[in-house]
Nanobody, 122 residues
Framework: QVQLVESGGGLVQAGGSLRLSCAAS????????MGWFRQAPGKEREFVAVINWSDERAYYTSSVKGRFTISRDNAKNTVYLQMNSLKPEDTAVYYCAASSSYSIRPSDFGSWGQGTQVTVSS
């Protein structure tokens, strides 16, 4: 099992930027795909971005494409989500997750972090 710890959330004005980090431990993630998901109050958890650790293939949901960038640091066993041009509708709890397959479905991710709050004010 992989343990995941997110950090970097906070309060930011619309148009601003934040970088989320997700540190992985307990198992090598070199054969995993790492995803970011988010959940706003009263809504279901939704896919944001995924990166394949080995070849860095990345995929984004359409609403964040061009604004968010997912990346990973092999030496630090950490995945990042750089979020630029933030909008109030990006407000949610953001979760990092690990999967043995390259997927966008939450059900395919077996390890989850505790989540970090991102709030974007208008």
């Amino acid at each position: 099992q992989v343990q995941l710890v997110e950090s970097g959330g906070g309060l930011v004005q619309a148009g601003g930027s934040l970088r989320l980090s997700c540190a992985a431990s307990g198992r090598t993630v070199s054969n995993y795909a790492m995803g970011w998901f988010r959940q706003a109050p009263g809504k279901e958890r939704e896919f944001v971005a995924v990166i394949n650790w080995s070849d860095e293939r990345a995929y984004y949901t359409s609403s964040v494409k061009g604004r968010f960038t997912i990346s990973r640091d092999n030496a630090k066993n950490t995945v990042y989500l750089q979020m630029n041009s933030l909008k109030p509708e990006d407000t949610a709890v953001y979760y990092c997750a690990a999967s043995s397959s390259y997927s966008i479905r939450p059900s395919d991710f077996g390890s989850w972090g505790q989540g970090t709050q991102v709030t974007v004010s208008s």
